[in-house]
């Protein structure tokens, strides 16, 4: 948790210092450095809400909380990326088509991950079986 809130405090430090320079120090590209440096800020103050006050108190189970908190951490450093991207880069038709065939192979790398997160979600947000039940899946019965 240390690590997160160092990250935001640092980014948004760097950022305020970097915008805040301009008159007294001829900085190249200092908007876009101060709006990358405030991206990430943002993205690590994200994280902290969502993933570790939101998500992790909903989920009960350990494993399913490392599974939450990696998917969550992994997409806001993908959104991230693709901000700063967004600042840096002026010619947004090749960043378009970078955009589409990077999606195209995380999809495809990622599709079994995305069907078992969808799954896990239903079976937690639906509870379908309760401690007790007796269930049956290809010829093998147990209890819940």
């Known amino acids: 948790m240390f ?5 935001i405090i640092l980014s948004s430090l760097l950022a305020v210092l970097t915008w805040a320079a301009g008159p007294y120090i001829e900085i190249p590209y200092r908007d876009q450095f ?3 440096f405030l991206s990430i800020a943002i993205g690590g103050l994200l994280y902290q ?3 570790r006050e939101l998500i ?8 399913m909380r490392y599974g939450i908190r990696k998917a969550l951490s992994t997409f ?3 959104v991230v990326l693709a901000v700063i991207l967004t600042i840096w880069i002026r010619e947004t038709q090749a960043l378009l088509i970078g955009y589409g065939v990077l999606a195209a192979g995380l999809a495809f790398a990622f ?4 069907k078992n997160l969808a799954g ?5 947000l639906t509870r379908p079986y309760a401690i ?3 269930v049956e899946i290809d010829g093998v019965q147990g209890d819940v």
């Open 111 to 114: 599709q079994d991950v995305f």
């Open 120 to 124: 896990s979600l239903v079976l937690f």
């Open 76 to 78: 806001i450093v993908i």
């Open 34 to 36: 101060a709006a990358s």
């Open 56 to 63: 992790l108190r909903a989920a009960t189970q350990s494993k």
């Open 49 to 51: 809400v969502i993933v």
């Open 132 to 134: 007790g039940d007796r």
């Open 3 to 7: 690590r997160g809130v160092f990250l």
